[in-house]
């Protein structure tokens, strides 16, 4: 499969455990911000996203925190399966930047069954 | 509905050659936006175009270049490939431009250069 990043920090977690995937942004003029998830072969699947005037928003299984004070998003996947092993990856819009997504370096997240 | 399409799905060129990449968008999606991956950098922003127009530039080097078409369906070409391109060019759609706008990645095509 491809490989998207020889160095990437990973989680390992047991099947049904709840996972937290964290990440750091950078520009404080970001609005938009998305998690996507990465299988190995595949282009990158949109999971969930968050505007900056919310700091938390729940998805099917998914939830996403937003903290805008230290710059930080947080995915967190409750009951995790094995079909949630992927890279994961954070990316963020700058106001007026069209569809110009800034991506973060990526979570290996690993399931152990 | 079809997702994106990119092609080819893999390339093997020579240094100092060219090459060209194609991606069709989803049915209806507007903007077209290219991404290049490597181990390295990750992921990073080629370019955007909307209605056949770039909206958006990323930092990279005028050897990378690319256009939009009517239908939307996108190219992008790289001149003087060196060994330093080698990666995965990924092609992301969108209904509209603006934040807010889910992009759809395709597949990508993995670039060799040697």
Same mark, same amino acid.
């Given at each position: 499969?491809?490989?998207?990043?020889?160095?990437?920090?990973?989680?390992?977690?047991?099947?049904?455990?709840?996972s937290?995937?964290?990440?750091?942004?950078?520009?404080?003029?970001?609005?938009?911000?998305?998690?996507?998830?990465?299988?190995?072969?595949?282009g990158?699947?949109?999971?969930?996203d968050?505007?900056?005037?919310?700091?938390?928003?729940?998805?099917?299984?998914?939830?996403?925190?937003?903290?805008?004070?230290?710059?930080?998003?947080?995915?967190?996947?409750?009951?995790?399966?094995?079909?949630?092993?992927?890279?994961?990856?954070?990316?963020?819009?700058?106001?007026?930047?069209?569809?110009?997504?800034?991506?973060?370096?990526?979570?290996?997240?690993?399931?152990?069954? | 509905?079809?997702?994106?399409?990119?092609?080819?799905?893999?390339?093997?060129?020579?240094?100092? $050659?060219?090459?060209?990449?194609?991606?069709?968008?989803?049915?209806?999606?507007?903007?077209?936006?290219?991404? $290049?991956?490597?181990?390295?950098?990750?992921? $990073?922003?080629?370019?955007?175009?909307?209605? !056949?127009?770039?909206?958006?530039?990323?930092?990279?080097?005028?050897?990378?270049?690319?256009?939009?078409?009517?239908?939307?369906?996108? !190219?992008?070409?790289?001149s003087?490939?060196?060994?330093?391109?080698?990666?995965?060019?990924?092609?992301?759609?969108?209904?509209?431009?603006?934040?807010?706008?889910?992009?759809?990645?395709?597949?990508?095509?993995?670039?060799?250069?040697?």
């Open positions: 499969g491809e490989s998207v990043g020889l160095h990437l920090p990973t989680l390992s977690v047991q099947e049904g455990d709840n937290i995937i964290n990440c750091a942004y950078s520009n404080s003029a970001s609005d938009y911000f998305i998690w996507y998830k990465q299988e190995s072969g595949k990158p699947q949109f999971i969930i968050i505007r900056s005037n919310m700091d938390k928003r729940q998805g099917q299984r998914v939830t996403v925190l937003l903290n805008k004070t230290v710059k930080h998003l947080s995915l967190q996947i409750a009951a995790t399966q094995p079909g949630d092993s992927a890279v994961y990856f954070c990316a963020e819009i700058p106001n007026n930047a069209g569809n110009m997504l800034t991506f973060g370096g990526g979570t290996r997240l690993m399931v152990k069954p | 509905k079809a997702g994106v399409t990119q092609t080819p799905r893999y390339l093997i060129k020579t240094r100092g $050659q060219q090459v060209t990449l194609s991606c069709s968008p989803i049915s209806g999606h507007r903007s077209v936006s290219w991404y $290049q991956q490597t181990p390295g950098q990750g992921l $990073q922003f080629l370019f955007e175009y909307f209605s !056949e127009t770039q909206r958006n530039k990323g930092n990279f080097p005028g050897r990378f270049s690319g256009r939009q078409f009517s239908n939307s369906r996108s !190219e992008m070409n790289v003087t490939l060196e060994l330093g391109d080698s990666a995965l060019y990924l092609c992301a759609s969108s209904p509209v431009q603006g934040a807010g706008s889910e992009a759809f990645f395709g597949q990508g095509t993995r670039l060799t250069v040697v």
